[in-house]
């Protein structure tokens, strides 16, 4: 059974200060990887994906992926009580399958 | 990315009556996807419907229960066959865009009460 997991948190930060999530995958096949952010009552939103190894950045986002380490995490830099939601990390199933495999979301509280 | 739209937002049913969900998008895909969100946990894919085929479920997903038409290239329906409070939950459709690999993106969900 291919998982992905994260801590469901609540992780609680600071306004103005980076809050980092993580997530571990155990499908080593897997070559395509996303964050969506899901506020309360409302449908997963797309805000970054990441195919290679390395950094990407995007605005006040930063996704890193170690395949090595079977590793994503996301990077939000000055933390905003909007940002305060559950986001969740999902790859895709290896082997040529159009699946998204989820985590089960981390929660993060921003406070002012 | 896709605009997509469902109806109905949101419903209360009663145990035993059935529920057909609808997904428009407003360009034409190849893969429709259907998960369910149930209260507090993370999405599960229902179903993978492609248009001119059956759709294909996961496992402990079947046919009877939620059966799915994708009868073209910008329209589903999911349908909560027989329902019982266990299906009480959020569905969602979802589209593979244009966004990379195997880039998914959401509908609105129906929240779906069952008394």
């Known amino acids: 059974q291919k998982e992905v997991e994260q801590n469901s948190g609540p992780l609680s930060v600071p306004e103005g200060a980076i809050a980092s999530l993580n997530c571990t995958y155990s499908?080593?096949?897997?070559?395509?990887f996303f964050w969506y952010r899901q506020y309360s009552g409302k449908s997963p939103e797309l805000i970054m994906s990441?195919?290679?190894?390395g950094d990407k950045e995007d605005g006040r986002f930063t996704a890193q992926l170690n395949k090595a380490s079977q590793y994503v995490s996301l990077l939000i830099r000055d933390s905003q009580p909007s940002d305060s939601a559950t986001y969740l990390c999902?790859?895709?199933?290896?082997?040529?399958?159009?699946?998204?495999?989820f985590g089960a979301g981390t929660r993060l509280a921003v406070h002012p | 990315s896709a605009v997509i739209s469902q109806k109905p937002s949101r419903d209360i049913c009663q145990r035993g009556t059935s529920l057909t969900i609808q997904c428009q998008v407003d360009?034409?895909?190849?893969?429709m996807f259907w998960y369910r969100q149930q209260p507090g946990q993370s999405l599960t894919l229902i179903a993978t419907?492609?248009?001119?085929?059956?759709?294909?479920?996961e496992s402990g997903f079947v046919i009877d229960k939620f059966p799915i038409s994708r009868p073209n290239l910008t329209f589903s329906t999911l349908t909560v066959s027989n329902m019982s409070p266990e299906d009480s939950s959020i569905y969602l459709c979802?589209?593979?865009?244009?966004?990379?690999?195997?880039?998914?993106?959401f509908g609105p969900g129906t929240r779906l009460l069952v008394l």
């Open positions: 979802s589209v593979e865009g244009d966004g990379g690999a195997k880039t998914q993106y």
């Open positions: 990441i195919y290679s190894n």
């Open positions: 419907a492609n248009q001119g085929s059956e759709a294909t479920y």
């Open positions: 999902a790859s895709v199933l290896s082997g040529g399958y159009n699946k998204l495999i």
């Open positions: 360009s034409q895909v190849t893969m």
């Open positions: 499908d080593r096949g897997s070559q395509s």
